[in-house]
């Protein structure tokens, strides 16, 4: 009986995000660390609670990946789950970060403020549904992986006769 290889894709994709990540928030500390004597007071506390709290639902991912590796069984709700989460913690940060300072070159200030908020709105729902749509497919995932496990054991009323293979 041979063992079916695994596919530790998804542990590896959910690994470099959890780095990306990380560098990212990481980053964020410094520049405002480094922006403070320009003015302002910042609260790091949400910033660090959210850190650890991505931190750990990230790797607890990973980690339920790496123990399925072998049993998925519709690899396309994995990668939708991965994917989205790519798009919400990575691309979603940075498209805004470059469209901030647009609206501000190209709009009076009445106007920005008002894009502005629009946008923060819209940023916020559409990190939230993505979130639960991508958690969906996680739970889709484990779910399923764990039924195909179970239901492909073969149920039979009969007791097993240990001496069927020695007929001779």
């Not at 939708?80 to 805004?96: G, K, R, S």
């Not at 300072?101 to 502005?116: K, T, W």
């Amino acid at each position: 009986m041979s063992i079916k290889p695994g596919n530790t894709k998804p542990f590896w994709a959910l690994f470099i995000l959890l780095i990306l990540d990380l560098a990212w928030r990481t980053a964020l500390i410094i520049t405002v660390v480094k922006l403070r004597p320009l003015g302002g007071q910042v609260n790091f506390i949400p910033i660090i609670v959210q850190m650890t709290v991505t931190f750990i639902v990230l790797l607890s991912e990973a980690i339920v990946y790496w123990k399925l590796r072998r049993r998925f069984e519709k690899m396309s709700w994995v990668w939708a789950h991965i994917f989205l989460l790519y798009f919400i913690l990575i691309l979603m940060p940075v498209v805004y970060l470059f469209v901030l300072p647009l609206l501000a070159d190209y709009f009076n200030p009445e106007r920005s403020s008002g894009l502005i908020i629009n946008l923060s709105v819209t940023r916020v729902i559409l990190f939230w549904s993505s979130v639960a749509i991508a958690h969906i497919f996680f739970v889709l995932t484990i779910v399923k992986s764990n039924w195909k496990n179970k239901s492909t054991v073969p149920v039979s009323d009969e007791p097993a006769n240990l001496l069927d293979e020695f007929n001779g």
